[in-house]
């Protein structure tokens, strides 16, 4: 009798490979479907199961856990319902090329294929988002390398794996050691290394190409985070200034006065300018996707830096594409570049960087927006933000300010949905990022749309949590200006179409007061003179603080550079019978004006 209590279950031996990989959490929601996975982290205290609301907030959850650690995230779902709502934080994972690995239930096994109540063919479901690798489990033996090599595929190939485990087979006995036989898999968790500096012929041709360029663009990527100094000597060397894709935004400070800022849709001037009057193009860890923001075909050559080679050549049609890890590949580059000594680039760089803060703070201030400029709070915002303070952004408006006013410092964090773009991920991103980093302040910024569709329940896991934490300080600033705006801008922007009022008008909830009603707290800021004072009592506040912004709808999160036929569609728009067409005409004035 001793000897079968002694006996581990699937489950549990599950829960101890997960804790030899390292995992320290797993956020998720339980179901019935993975009732022995959760009755064995209930008998063990090395990994934490964190209940969020909502499948989807337990994926982004992980996802921004991979984010803010470099480490594999860990999701955990029932079956059916709950395997479908994990998809769109896995997505996020897969498209933002983050190592994630998603634990599920499925019915028994004797009920497959009998339309069984939430049958659903999970292997099918996940073999998008999970396609490096999803597989069920039909038998004990399985489970040690089912873990291992979906760890190990996350890890090396940055990407969402999945491992199903059906109701029935949680609760057998498990097999450790599987037999030694024919048939059998015996894996194992050690290290995996494998060369990331590309072949000295292949660093000499792109040397060769940096250094006969005399006007040299770095535009760094997520890819490029840990290389910081690498970059900073490489564009010192060159005389090359820096812009930054959105995940790349952190990867080097903006106190620099080489760095550029972002680029793109929501970029500055000064970014917009060199890539399109330099002569060489350097592309370190990013797969930027909009080529009309890169250097027109033929006037610049290019070099790409990247750990996957299946993402090199693809945006710009580069002369030498070098397929390792961003800091080692560009350690193994310095030593064969020649520093330029004509710096006229470099200064004209220098200039328009100036002149691109300026130029955002004067929007920032301007004294003629008829509410609160969302740009101001963001300015003020960026005033207050500590060195190890930890951001993270939604989608929509709140991602063109992200980009543009915070000044980015060294050693903060910061991520948003690059490549999903999906709204909802601010909150559940700031609640991870928390839990990894208890001692750093986390701001979430988002819109009143992403605060609607999962903010508000991310908060009722906070408001059950705060106590428990070290630094409490989770400012949530919601702009609500009752308005998906950005949206209402590509509609006027890329359509020519009038603002439709039935699909982009919110409901006005008060976010600060429901932030109260949980138990945290929060302020309403109605004018500008608000703001700095809601931010610093947001700061100092001993509970994570809602600040809820009447936000100006008609702010237009503007590309750099508007064209003809760009200002042509916006006027169509307007001609159109757009309701707010003097705010939109005002707008545009104003960004045309500058």
């Given at each position: 009798m001793a000897e079968q209590e002694d006996k581990q279950t699937v489950g549990e031996f599950l829960v101890e490979r997960l804790g030899a990989w390292g995992v320290n959490r797993i956020f998720g929601y339980p179901g019935d479907a993975i009732n022995g996975i959760l009755s064995a982290l209930r008998k063990q205290d090395r990994i934490a199961?964190?209940?969020?609301?909502?499948?989807?907030?337990?994926?982004?959850?992980?996802?921004?856990?991979?984010?803010?650690?470099?480490e594999v995230g860990v999701c955990l779902s029932t079956s059916g319902p709950g395997a479908i709502h994990m998809l769109n934080g896995l997505y996020d994972a897969k498209l933002d090329?983050?190592?994630?690995?998603?634990?599920?239930?499925?019915?028994?096994?004797?009920?497959?294929?009998?339309?069984?109540?939430?049958?659903?063919?999970?292997?099918?479901?996940?073999?998008?988002?999970?396609?490096?690798?999803?597989q069920m489990a039909a038998s004990p033996e399985q489970i040690r390398h089912l873990i291992d090599r979906a760890f190990h595929i996350a890890r090396?190939?940055?990407?969402?794996?999945?491992?199903?485990?059906?109701?029935?087979?949680q609760t057998m006995d498990a097999v450790p050691v599987p037999p030694r036989e024919h048939g059998s898999v015996l894996s194992g968790i050690g290290m995996v290394a494998r060369s990331m500096v590309p072949q000295p012929d292949a660093l000499r041709a792109a040397a060769d190409i940096l250094n006969a360029?005399?006007?040299?663009?770095?535009?760094?990527?997520?890819?490029?985070?840990?290389?910081?100094?690498?970059?900073?000597?490489?564009?010192?060397?060159?005389?090359?200034?820096?812009?930054?894709?959105?995940?790349?935004?952190?990867?080097?400070?903006?106190?620099?006065?080489?760095?550029?800022?972002?680029?793109?849709?929501?970029?500055?001037?000064?970014?917009?300018?060199?890539?399109?009057?330099?002569?060489?193009?350097?592309?370190?860890?990013?797969?930027?996707?909009?080529?009309?923001?890169?250097?027109?075909?033929?006037?610049?050559?290019?070099?790409?830096?990247?750990?996957?080679?299946?993402m090199v050549s693809l945006r710009y049609p580069m002369e030498c594409s070098l397929v390792g890890d961003s800091r080692a590949t560009l350690q193994a580059l310095i030593p064969l570049l020649q520093r330029k000594e004509e710096r006229s680039w470099r200064n004209?760089?220098?200039?328009?960087?100036?002149?691109?803060?300026?130029?955002?703070?004067?929007?920032?201030?301007?004294?003629?927006?008829?509410?609160?400029?969302?740009?101001?709070?963001?300015?003020?915002?960026?005033?207050?933000?500590?060195?190890?303070?930890?951001?993270?952004?939604?989608?929509?408006?709140?991602?063109?300010?992200?980009?543009?006013?915070?000044?980015?410092?060294?050693?903060?964090?910061?991520?948003?949905?690059?490549?999903?773009?999906?709204?909802?991920?601010?909150?559940?991103?700031?609640?991870?990022?928390?839990?990894?980093?208890p001692e750093r302040p986390v701001i979430a910024l988002v819109g009143d749309g992403a605060m609607q569709m999962n903010g508000m329940n991310g908060l009722i896991t906070m408001a059950r949590d705060y106590k428990e934490w070290k630094d409490p300080r989770?400012?949530?600033?919601?702009?609500?200006?009752?308005?998906?705006?950005?949206?209402?801008?590509?509609?006027?922007?890329?359509?020519?179409?009038?603002?439709?009022?039935?699909?982009?008008?919110?409901?006005?909830?008060?976010?600060?007061?429901?932030?109260?009603?949980?138990?945290?707290?929060?302020?309403?800021?109605?004018?500008?003179?608000?703001?700095?004072?809601a931010l610093d009592a947001a700061f100092r506040s001993d509970r994570p603080f809602v600040i809820d912004v009447l936000s100006d709808p008609n702010m237009p999160p503007l590309p750099p550079h508007i064209t003809r036929s760009q200002a042509e569609q916006y006027y169509k728009a307007i001609e159109a019978g757009d309701a707010e067409a003097d705010a939109v005409r005002r707008a545009l004035e104003v960004q045309g004006g500058e």
């Open positions: 199961f964190v209940q969020a609301r909502h499948e989807e907030l337990a994926a982004f959850m992980a996802c921004a856990h991979a984010k803010y650690t470099g090329h983050q190592p994630v690995v998603a634990i599920v239930g499925q019915q028994k096994r004797a009920s497959l294929g009998g339309d069984y109540q939430q049958e659903v063919d999970l292997v099918s479901l996940f073999k998008d988002v999970a396609g490096a690798y999803v090396t190939e940055r990407r969402p794996t999945c491992v199903i485990v059906p109701h029935d087979l360029g005399s006007k040299v663009a770095i535009l760094a990527g997520a890819g490029a985070h840990g290389a910081a100094d690498e970059l900073i000597q490489v564009a010192e060397l060159l005389g090359a200034g820096v812009a930054k894709a959105l995940l790349g935004k952190m990867v080097l400070p903006d106190d620099l006065p080489f760095v550029t800022g972002s680029i793109g849709v929501i970029g500055t001037q000064a970014s917009f300018r060199m890539m399109n009057e330099c002569d060489t193009l350097l592309m370190v860890g990013s797969s930027f996707p909009y080529s009309e923001f890169l250097p027109p075909e033929g006037k610049a050559r290019g070099v790409q830096i990247d750990i996957d080679g299946t004209q760089i220098e200039s328009d960087v100036k002149e691109s803060w300026a130029l955002l703070e004067r929007k920032a201030m301007n004294p003629d927006a008829p509410a609160v400029n969302p740009q101001r709070v963001f300015w003020e915002l960026s005033k207050r933000l500590a060195d190890n303070a930890v951001l993270a952004g939604d989608s929509g408006t709140v991602a063109s300010w992200y980009a543009l006013d915070i000044k980015a410092k060294s050693g903060m964090l910061g991520s948003l949905s690059g490549g999903l773009a999906t709204m909802g991920s601010a909150v559940p991103y700031a609640y991870a990022a928390k839990l990894a980093h989770i400012v949530i600033v919601v702009l609500n200006n009752r308005d998906l705006s950005f949206v209402t801008w590509e509609q006027r922007g890329m359509a020519g179409e009038p603002k439709v009022e039935e699909s982009q008008q919110l409901p006005d909830v008060a976010y600060a007061d429901y932030a109260k009603l949980l138990g945290l707290d929060g302020v309403r800021v109605e004018q500008p003179e608000q703001i700095a004072a």
